[in-house]
């Protein structure tokens, strides 16, 4: 009865039972390691590939080897406002889907009880409705005829405007992404173990210190893998910030749709998309060790 | 460029008289047609149908070589084809399946195209498209012989820059980009892209929208300026550039889909768009104040065209549609549905007064020599800059 | 101290209930009203746009956005609209099918991944997250070359003929949707307490019964939440779709953005209110059956659905 070693049942020792433990662990990532390979591995390849070619004469991509598109991106820097508009739209947007989204995962994951799976049903049906249609209506939620004019009218002032707004647009966003971060976290919460809370506060601990020390350290997990999964595609978005923002922000995902759409220059695109995404993958690291920093961890498997 | 030739087109329509009791007469022969020919047809479930029933419509339809195929996979704008019209060649041709995907704007078919797509047979892009998609291979070269209706289509479209030899399209129906505004608050006609432009600057700061388009929004400075819309001259792009960056900052937005719900609530009075939404605005007790014009210095006329695809799955329900499409009557039925100009003088004999009559849907005469089509320009780098950076300053 | 609702609660670990402590801690009583009045606001603001929706959809006008008067009239329209059929039914045919799959592979390589040498994990999460990094168009795009490309070759070589259709797009959505299971259940995983598990293989329980009746009860949370965000991202995705499906395969989004090009009518509302209709009623009757049947099999009080997506403890 060893303890802290990986364990898979009866005749686990020796070389069979090594086997059969890799050959289980290799079953279990084969599908999934298969789709990245042939649907993500391959496609990026072939992106890398074009972004070292040139646009062909009606568009798309004409085979070159060349290091123009590139340069373009380094050279311009100044041209890099749509990114760090961008970069603020996201941020802005994560810190709102956590102010709103944790305090709602913690209540469905500790006050829910029996209704917690009706509560995350509820939370996800209103996005089996057109995401445009769900966007439109809040063109009409906050236009001039209800809330825009509303507010409006309070505040005394007839130039009011929510819609065009960068307020509009954080309103959207986090309307659009708000089950991307409660369902980590609710994820994480869930599992939480109460007596642990309980006895914080049976020993004296105030209400914010429980939170800080003992809530908080458990929902790490859900809180990084939720403000990943907000803050990454909330960096491509560019549909909300044109409907509810009027159009007037410029973000990277309108360059890139500018690029492969409407120039139809497939190169530019795909160098800035492979720029992008290096960025992108060093913010994401550096945000996942500077959050775990400190934390001992050790992937044991409950298998 | 046939502008002469279109004025001269329009100048013989507009003397040409509709009434309804003829529209009337020949959908009602079409109708006898249709229901005669489901009725002979209606045992079998698909493979060979040869011509339709007997039918005295004027529009006789040869039959298509080569039996035609049970299906035809369309690719298309969403709605933009009468679903009635839809109904009757299916009846009259045994076509079983016909199966209408929709596409949202050219660049998306362009780009399926171009990343490998394949399998539908007839689409419907704009004509400044149809110079590339050809040179790229994705059109079939089409073989008139099989398409008799073609002779109905008015020669002013025929031969035209985007298809000198017409075997790659066949003209849809066509319009203009110009000013929509909402006369109550403008209080006059506004009829010229300086107007627009003084509006914009001045009373109506903030009070402007223009359709989300590179191809339409440039039509504007250079007009005023007196260009070729489709310049791509370094000195003219630039001049134009310094009117954009004039108008950026009062704009209210760049919009192609909604542009008419600001209209509606009055948060925008002007609009550099198209006459899409025209007829519902004006139809609506609130917003019939809604004019559009085509502005005095010039502007984008635009054509939709039918295109077979080179790897058409079912070329002969394809030949079969696009010589259907074009008999008068269900073009004039087309126009009725779609709200826009159709390219056939025989079918401009059976549409209704009301929409012959709207400047906005068929241009006036007049205006005819000020429009130019549009040349696909989205490769030129120049253009791209300044759009981009047109649309940085929009608002600020 | 402890409030009521914790008290009322059976917690895990122990036979009863705790007893209930005398003192009232009236700063808790606030965190609860909060806490009831924050989740009842977001709810509210999640639902106003779908009220909106609804209400849009009894409007006279074709213009979507200007009450003009109340009439059923789309509905019917929306019902026999042959384009939109197709389209719903082409909706559910992908995402069904695709939220499985992905659940299935994403929660097995969450499991596996736990087994693998540390570079081999590090690979796969630098590959996870460059699968949420990647912008939709990029990614649309490369992937509709990578089949056309992949059919070419399959055809001249093999003269294997394949088309683009369902089966694209389910295994485009499939990219995204398996990341995304494989995010939530790695983070229901990490730091999951081991000692059941040692605890019943101590008691010679074999490692599928462990598996069945101790570890996957406490990720079944994980792994619904998975499912129902693959389903919804499938549902719901224009971009990839737009470039990989074929002739027949639209889905609903697709119908939906090029009806907006056209304008925004009123019929668009119908079906999304339909939809949400039948959503919504399949919901409660499948509660009021689930609760049905643990009442008479004398299951656990008030479980119904909600048992099947919650923790069982």
Same mark, same amino acid.
């Given at each position: 009865m060893q303890s802290g070693t990986t364990r898979t049942g009866a005749?686990?020792?020796?070389l069979g039972g090594r086997i059969r433990s890799a050959l289980l662990t290799f079953v279990l990532i084969l599908p999934a390691g298969a789709w990245y390979l042939v649907l993500l591995v391959a496609p990026l390849v072939i992106i890398t590939i074009f972004s070292f070619g040139v646009r062909a004469k009606n568009g798309g991509y004409a085979p070159a080897f060349v290091l123009d598109n590139y340069g373009a991106i380094l050279g311009d820097l100044d041209k890099a406002a749509p990114f760090t508009t961008s970069l603020s739209m996201a941020i802005a947007g994560t810190i709102g889907c956590l102010l709103v989204g944790l305090p709602l995962a913690y209540f469905i994951a500790?006050? =829910?009880?029996?209704?917690k799976g009706l509560f995350i049903l509820l939370l996800v049906?209103?996005?089996?409705?057109?995401f445009l249609i769900r966007t439109y209506s809040w063109l009409i939620v906050l236009g001039p005829e209800n809330l825009g004019g509303f507010v409006g009218d309070v505040i005394g002032?007839?130039?009011?405007?929510?819609? =065009?707004?960068p307020l509009a647009v954080l309103i959207g966003l986090v309307y659009g992404y708000l089950p991307l971060m409660v369902f980590p976290l609710y994820v994480t919460l869930e599992r939480m173990d109460r007596t642990l809370v309980e006895a914080s506060k049976d020993l004296g601990a105030s209400r914010w210190a429980t939170f800080r020390q003992v809530t908080l350290p458990i929902a790490l997990p859900g809180l990084i893998t939720g403000s990943i999964l907000v803050f990454i595609p909330m960096m491509g978005e560019y549909v909300i910030p044109q409907i509810l923002g009027y159009g007037r922000i410029y973000l990277v995902g309108n360059a890139l749709v500018t690029d492969f759409l409407?120039?139809?220059n497939w190169p530019a695109g795909s160098a800035k998309a492979v720029v992008l995404i290096a960025v992108m993958m060093f913010t994401v690291t550096f945000y996942t060790w500077f959050v775990n920093r400190g934390r001992r961890g050790r992937e044991v498997s409950v298998l | 460029m046939a502008q002469r030739d279109l004025g001269e087109y329009l100048a013989r329509i507009s003397q040409n008289k509709v009434n309804r009791r003829s529209f009337l007469a020949a959908s009602g022969l079409v109708g006898t047609s249709a229901f005669l020919a489901a009725c002979s047809s +209606?045992? !079998? !479930?698909?493979?060979a149908s040869a011509a $339709?029933?007997? !039918?005295?419509?004027p529009a006789a339809s040869a039959a298509p070589a080569g039996d035609i195929e049970d299906s035809l996979f369309m690719y298309n704008? +969403? #709605?933009?084809?009468n679903p009635d019209n839809i109904e009757t060649y299916k009846a009259e041709f045994g076509v079983n399946t016909f199966q209408y995907d929709i596409f949202s704007n050219n660049e998306e078919l362009i780009a399926k195209l171009q990343g490998g797509a394949s399998g539908y047979d007839i689409a419907a892009p704009t004509a400044e498209y149809v110079p590339g998609m050809v040179e790229e291979g994705f059109l079939a070269k089409l073989d008139l012989s099989r398409i008799? @209706?073609?002779?109905?289509?008015?020669?002013?479209?025929?031969?035209?820059?985007?298809? $000198?030899? @017409? #075997?790659y399209q066949l003209p849809k129906d066509f319009g203009t980009t110009g000013i929509l505004y909402r006369e109550k608050l403008t209080g006059k006609p506004v009829e010229s892209w300086r107007e627009l432009y003084d509006l914009t600057l001045g009373e109506f700061s903030g009070k402007t929208v223009f359709v989300d388009s590179m191809g339409d929004v440039f039509v504007m400075p250079l007009k005023m300026l007196g260009y070729s819309l489709n310049s791509v001259d370094k000195a003219e792009l630039e001049e134009a550039r310094k009117i954009l960056l004039d108008l950026a900052p009062h704009i209210l937005s760049l919009d192609s889909d909604t542009y008419q719900v600001k209209l509606s609530s009055e948060e925008a009075a002007l609009c550099l768009g198209w006459t899409g939404p025209l007829l519902e605005l004006r139809a609506n007790p609130d917003t019939a104040d809604t004019a559009y014009s085509v502005p005095t210095e010039g502007s984008l006329f635009w054509l939709d065209t039918w295109v077979m695809m080179a790897?058409? $799955?079912?070329p002969n329900a394809s030949y079969a549609w696009l010589d259907y499409i074009h008999r008068p009557e269900i073009q004039a039925l087309e126009t009725e549905y779609n709200g826009y100009a159709t390219p056939s003088s025989e079918a401009r004999k059976l549409v209704s007064q009301e929409l012959l009559d709207d400047p906005a849907i068929f241009p006036p005469e007049s205006v005819m020599p000020l429009l130019e089509g549009a040349v696909d320009? +989205?490769? @030129?780098n120049q253009r791209l800059d300044i759009w981009a950076e047109f649309k940085q300053k929009i608002g600020s | 101290m402890t409030s009521p609702a914790i008290a009322a609660e059976p917690v895990a670990g122990t036979a009863t209930a705790r007893p209930r402590r005398p003192r009232v801690d009236r700063g808790s009583i606030v965190v609860e009203a909060w806490l009831r009045i924050q989740a009842g606001l977001v709810y509210a603001f999640l639902y106003l746009p779908i009220v909106i929706v609804v209400l849009f959809s009894?409007?006279?006008?074709?213009?979507?956005?200007?009450?003009?008067g109340f009439s059923l009239h789309w509905y019917p329209e929306a019902l026999s609209n042959s384009v939109v059929q197709n389209a719903l039914a082409n909706s559910f045919i992908v995402a069904i099918p695709n939220a499985v799959l992905a659940t299935l592979f994403g929660t097995m390589a969450a499991l596996g991944l736990q087994r693998v040498p540390r570079q081999v994990r590090i690979g796969f999460d630098v590959l996870t997250y460059i699968s949420i990094i990647v912008p939709e168009i990029v990614i649309a795009l490369a992937t509709l070359v990578l089949f056309a490309t992949g059919f070419g070759f399959l055809d001249e070589t093999f003269g294997f003929k394949l088309r683009f259709g369902h089966a694209t797009i389910i295994a485009a959505h499939m990219l995204f949707n398996t990341s995304l299971v494989l995010l939530l259940v790695r983070a229901r995983l990490t730091?999951?307490?081991?000692t059941l598990v040692d605890a019943s293989a101590d008691l010679f329980a074999t490692p599928w019964r462990t598996f069945r009746q101790i570890t996957f009860p406490q990720l079944l949370p994980a792994i619904m939440a998975g499912f129902l965000l693959a389903f919804t991202f499938s549902f719901d995705d224009f971009v990839i779709t737009t470039f990989t499906s074929g002739p027949g395969s639209s889905t609903l989004p697709l119908w939906i953005f090029g009806q907006v090009k056209r304008s925004v009518s009123p019929e668009t509302n119908a079906i999304a209110t339909i939809m949400l209709m039948f959503t919504l009623a399949m919901l409660f009757v499948g509660q009021f059956l689930l609760l049905r049947n643990s009442r008479r099999t004398q299951g656990?009080?008030?479980?119904?659905?909600a048992s099947m997506v919650a923790e069982q403890r």
């Amino acid at each position: 009865m060893q303890s802290g070693t990986t364990r898979t049942g009866a005749g686990s020792d020796g070389l069979g039972g090594r086997i059969r433990s890799a050959l289980l662990t290799f079953v279990l990532i084969l599908p999934a390691g298969a789709w990245y390979l042939v649907l993500l591995v391959a496609p990026l390849v072939i992106i890398t590939i074009f972004s070292f070619g040139v646009r062909a004469k009606n568009g798309g991509y004409a085979p070159a080897f060349v290091l123009d598109n590139y340069g373009a991106i380094l050279g311009d820097l100044d041209k890099a406002a749509p990114f760090t508009t961008s970069l603020s739209m996201a941020i802005a947007g994560t810190i709102g889907c956590l102010l709103v989204g944790l305090p709602l995962a913690y209540f469905i994951a500790t006050r =829910g009880g029996s209704r917690k799976g009706l509560f995350i049903l509820l939370l996800v049906i209103p996005f089996w409705t057109s995401f445009l249609i769900r966007t439109y209506s809040w063109l009409i939620v906050l236009g001039p005829e209800n809330l825009g004019g509303f507010v409006g009218d309070v505040i005394g002032d007839d130039s009011f405007r929510i819609l =065009g707004t960068p307020l509009a647009v954080l309103i959207g966003l986090v309307y659009g992404y708000l089950p991307l971060m409660v369902f980590p976290l609710y994820v994480t919460l869930e599992r939480m173990d109460r007596t642990l809370v309980e006895a914080s506060k049976d020993l004296g601990a105030s209400r914010w210190a429980t939170f800080r020390q003992v809530t908080l350290p458990i929902a790490l997990p859900g809180l990084i893998t939720g403000s990943i999964l907000v803050f990454i595609p909330m960096m491509g978005e560019y549909v909300i910030p044109q409907i509810l923002g009027y159009g007037r922000i410029y973000l990277v995902g309108n360059a890139l749709v500018t690029d492969f759409l409407e120039a139809r220059n497939w190169p530019a695109g795909s160098a800035k998309a492979v720029v992008l995404i290096a960025v992108m993958m060093f913010t994401v690291t550096f945000y996942t060790w500077f959050v775990n920093r400190g934390r001992r961890g050790r992937e044991v498997s409950v298998l | 460029m046939a502008q002469r030739d279109l004025g001269e087109y329009l100048a013989r329509i507009s003397q040409n008289k509709v009434n309804r009791r003829s529209f009337l007469a020949a959908s009602g022969l079409v109708g006898t047609s249709a229901f005669l020919a489901a009725c002979s047809s +209606s045992g !079998s !479930s698909g493979g060979a149908s040869a011509a $339709p029933a007997a !039918s005295a419509a004027p529009a006789a339809s040869a039959a298509p070589a080569g039996d035609i195929e049970d299906s035809l996979f369309m690719y298309n704008w +969403s #709605e933009y084809i009468n679903p009635d019209n839809i109904e009757t060649y299916k009846a009259e041709f045994g076509v079983n399946t016909f199966q209408y995907d929709i596409f949202s704007n050219n660049e998306e078919l362009i780009a399926k195209l171009q990343g490998g797509a394949s399998g539908y047979d007839i689409a419907a892009p704009t004509a400044e498209y149809v110079p590339g998609m050809v040179e790229e291979g994705f059109l079939a070269k089409l073989d008139l012989s099989r398409i008799p @209706n073609q002779k109905y289509i008015d020669p002013a479209f025929l031969g035209l820059d985007w298809d $000198p030899t @017409n #075997e790659y399209q066949l003209p849809k129906d066509f319009g203009t980009t110009g000013i929509l505004y909402r006369e109550k608050l403008t209080g006059k006609p506004v009829e010229s892209w300086r107007e627009l432009y003084d509006l914009t600057l001045g009373e109506f700061s903030g009070k402007t929208v223009f359709v989300d388009s590179m191809g339409d929004v440039f039509v504007m400075p250079l007009k005023m300026l007196g260009y070729s819309l489709n310049s791509v001259d370094k000195a003219e792009l630039e001049e134009a550039r310094k009117i954009l960056l004039d108008l950026a900052p009062h704009i209210l937005s760049l919009d192609s889909d909604t542009y008419q719900v600001k209209l509606s609530s009055e948060e925008a009075a002007l609009c550099l768009g198209w006459t899409g939404p025209l007829l519902e605005l004006r139809a609506n007790p609130d917003t019939a104040d809604t004019a559009y014009s085509v502005p005095t210095e010039g502007s984008l006329f635009w054509l939709d065209t039918w295109v077979m695809m080179a790897d058409a $799955p079912h070329p002969n329900a394809s030949y079969a549609w696009l010589d259907y499409i074009h008999r008068p009557e269900i073009q004039a039925l087309e126009t009725e549905y779609n709200g826009y100009a159709t390219p056939s003088s025989e079918a401009r004999k059976l549409v209704s007064q009301e929409l012959l009559d709207d400047p906005a849907i068929f241009p006036p005469e007049s205006v005819m020599p000020l429009l130019e089509g549009a040349v696909d320009t +989205s490769g @030129n780098n120049q253009r791209l800059d300044i759009w981009a950076e047109f649309k940085q300053k929009i608002g600020s | 101290m402890t409030s009521p609702a914790i008290a009322a609660e059976p917690v895990a670990g122990t036979a009863t209930a705790r007893p209930r402590r005398p003192r009232v801690d009236r700063g808790s009583i606030v965190v609860e009203a909060w806490l009831r009045i924050q989740a009842g606001l977001v709810y509210a603001f999640l639902y106003l746009p779908i009220v909106i929706v609804v209400l849009f959809s009894f409007n006279a006008n074709r213009l979507a956005t200007i009450w003009t008067g109340f009439s059923l009239h789309w509905y019917p329209e929306a019902l026999s609209n042959s384009v939109v059929q197709n389209a719903l039914a082409n909706s559910f045919i992908v995402a069904i099918p695709n939220a499985v799959l992905a659940t299935l592979f994403g929660t097995m390589a969450a499991l596996g991944l736990q087994r693998v040498p540390r570079q081999v994990r590090i690979g796969f999460d630098v590959l996870t997250y460059i699968s949420i990094i990647v912008p939709e168009i990029v990614i649309a795009l490369a992937t509709l070359v990578l089949f056309a490309t992949g059919f070419g070759f399959l055809d001249e070589t093999f003269g294997f003929k394949l088309r683009f259709g369902h089966a694209t797009i389910i295994a485009a959505h499939m990219l995204f949707n398996t990341s995304l299971v494989l995010l939530l259940v790695r983070a229901r995983l990490t730091g999951m307490d081991r000692t059941l598990v040692d605890a019943s293989a101590d008691l010679f329980a074999t490692p599928w019964r462990t598996f069945r009746q101790i570890t996957f009860p406490q990720l079944l949370p994980a792994i619904m939440a998975g499912f129902l965000l693959a389903f919804t991202f499938s549902f719901d995705d224009f971009v990839i779709t737009t470039f990989t499906s074929g002739p027949g395969s639209s889905t609903l989004p697709l119908w939906i953005f090029g009806q907006v090009k056209r304008s925004v009518s009123p019929e668009t509302n119908a079906i999304a209110t339909i939809m949400l209709m039948f959503t919504l009623a399949m919901l409660f009757v499948g509660q009021f059956l689930l609760l049905r049947n643990s009442r008479r099999t004398q299951g656990r009080s008030g479980g119904g659905m909600a048992s099947m997506v919650a923790e069982q403890r």
